[in-house]
């Protein structure tokens, strides 16, 4: 953890000891009472916590915060194909590290139903995943999650961005490196799951006006696809 984020509920009171947070503090950084590290407020300000003591209830520690915060990310919206469970929470946190504002997670027609069934969803678990990937990018910022939406759906929720790109490889399609991409307009990135977008889904995409797009002659893994492309979009709007 580069760093230790928390929720605004969680301030005033111990952080329990078989929180992995603590744990953290305790066994891998070694901090004693006395000591202050480094934290952020989820969505807020990054700051500094003071390590008071270890009580029964869990960890002590008394927080300030600065008075200058860090800029949201950039207004990037990914589209991705419902996958498995483990794919989908290096997703989560490989998206997070890297910075988007939203990722909508879609049912597909080559894509398992129960995808949107699975336990990383119905339990909360993946905001868990979100939370590693801001942690280990040093941001306070976690994206905005949507699961199991249909696409026709999707559609409808990103219809006012005005960049619009899907991930196909197709003939007629761009290089992701040779698109114009405008670095003061929103943009919606579409990835399909582990089987691609059918052609019904491509006309769709046609229809929404989402130009289509490759990142090269390689097939690659959705997670990989993800991090790639999204390297790929912050180069050209400058964000790295």
Not at 28 to 42: E, H, I, P
Request: proline share 5%; net charge neutral; hydrophobic share 40%.
């Amino acid at each position: 953890m580069n760093l230790i984020l928390f929720d605004e509920k969680e301030i005033d009171k111990p952080l329990p000891l078989q929180d992995e947070r603590a744990q953290h503090i305790l066994n891998l950084l070694k901090l004693k009472s006395g000591d202050r590290l480094r934290v952020g407020l989820l969505n807020g300000p990054k700051g500094c916590a003071l390590f008071r003591r270890t009580s029964s209830e869990g960890l002590v520690l008394d927080f300030t915060w600065d008075e200058r915060v860090e800029p949201p990310p950039e207004p990037i919206t990914l589209i991705i194909g419902l996958s498995r469970p483990h794919t989908n929470q290096k997703i989560l946190q490989q998206a997070s590290a890297i910075g988007v504002k939203r990722m909508l997670f879609v049912r597909t027609e080559l894509g398992e139903g129960s995808y949107a069934a699975s336990k990383l969803w119905t339990s909360g678990e993946y905001r868990r995943h979100l939370i590693l990937g801001a942690q280990q990018a040093r941001s306070t910022y976690i994206p905005v999650v949507e699961f199991g939406t249909p696409l026709w759906i999707a559609m409808h929720l990103v219809e006012d961005i005005p960049q619009k790109i899907v991930l196909h490889h197709d003939e007629g399609a761009s290089r992701l490196t040779q698109m114009n991409i405008v670095n003061d307009k929103a943009i919606v990135l579409a990835i399909g799951a582990e089987r691609g977008w059918t052609e019904t889904e491509m006309a769709m995409f046609h229809r929404n006006k989402f130009s289509p797009a490759t990142i090269g002659d390689r097939v690659l893994r959705t997670e990989t696809a993800v991090v790639a492309a999204l390297t790929l979009v912050k180069a050209a709007i400058g964000a790295w």
